[in-house]
């Protein structure tokens, strides 16, 4: 498996995609998310370089709220800036976009409109030689957000991946999955998974304010990646928690990397190729 690093997920307001693959380089990160749909043109030939020159496995997080806007010019110009980047996102070689919903949307009145958006930038995604990945949401009913009582439940996203086809896939969310209540039982999801955030949800189950992976004791990581590995995955993992107030971006992608070393030495090799569904 691959540790990658993303600098928003570790609570840095950081989307700058050269900023980030720069820093992932450095520190020693060999994949690294990047927001591709911010990297200016006038960056897009560096950006090639530094992620050739480093050998860098870059997943594409994209945030698709855009194309479920209701005035149709906004979701015609989000739509030209997907095919444009996924362009660019083939010539750097990424193999998995990793995506997420409103969380207004996963309910099972929203299921029809995700799927007629979502079906052809999937297609799309597949035409440019990448996965498309959903990653589950289980919003706690306290946050104001839609609660696992009336969401879709991760069978409910599962469904959905079937009907997008072989080339989506799910970004396994372990806080998210944890309060589902789906990793005791891993096997009805693990084949699907193209991308991997490790986080801990606090006590209680709620997945909004999560915790550093392993500092709760409530989620076994190790055993989740061993699962995973059995299941042949070998893509991307990175932390999806904050790290604590006052480190640097520098200091904060160190201490990602030192956590998912100590745990993917542990795991065995794996063939795969990273993004494979």
Do not use: C
């Amino acid at each position: 498996m691959i540790p990658s690093l993303s600098l928003r997920g570790l609570g840095l307001p950081v989307t700058d995609p050269l900023v980030v693959a720069d820093l992932a380089a450095a520190v020693g990160f060999r994949g690294v998310h990047l927001h591709l749909h911010h990297t200016e043109a006038a960056q897009r030939t560096a950006l090639a370089r530094l992620v050739t020159a480093k050998n860098l496995t870059v997943t594409w997080v994209y945030p698709p709220g855009d194309l479920f806007r209701s005035a149709r010019d906004a979701r015609g110009r989000a739509l030209d800036r997907f095919v444009d980047t996924a362009a660019f996102a083939a010539r750097l070689g990424v193999r998995v976009v990793a995506s997420w919903l409103p969380a207004r949307l996963y309910t099972p009145a929203g299921m029809r409109t995700v799927t007629t958006v979502l079906y052809p930038l999937v297609g799309l995604t597949a035409q440019a030689g990448m996965v498309f990945g959903l990653e589950h949401i289980t919003a706690a009913p306290a946050s104001g957000r839609v609660g696992p009582a009336r969401g879709i439940g991760l069978a409910g996203t599962l469904a959905l991946l079937e009907a997008l086809g072989a080339t989506a896939g799910l970004v396994a969310d372990t806080a998210h999955l944890a309060a589902a209540g789906a990793l005791a039982d891993t096997g009805a999801w693990v084949e699907r998974v193209v991308d991997v955030q490790l986080a801990d949800p606090p006590i209680g189950g709620s997945p909004v304010r999560r915790g550093w992976p392993g500092h709760t004791d409530t989620l076994d990581h190790r055993l989740l990646l061993a699962d995973l590995a059995e299941a042949g995955y070998g893509g991307p993992v990175m932390v999806e928690s904050p790290v604590d107030a006052g480190l640097d971006a520098r200091a904060a992608a160190t201490q990602a990397l030192t956590y998912l070393r100590a745990l993917l030495d542990e795991q065995p090799a794996t063939a795969a190729v990273p993004g494979s569904v």
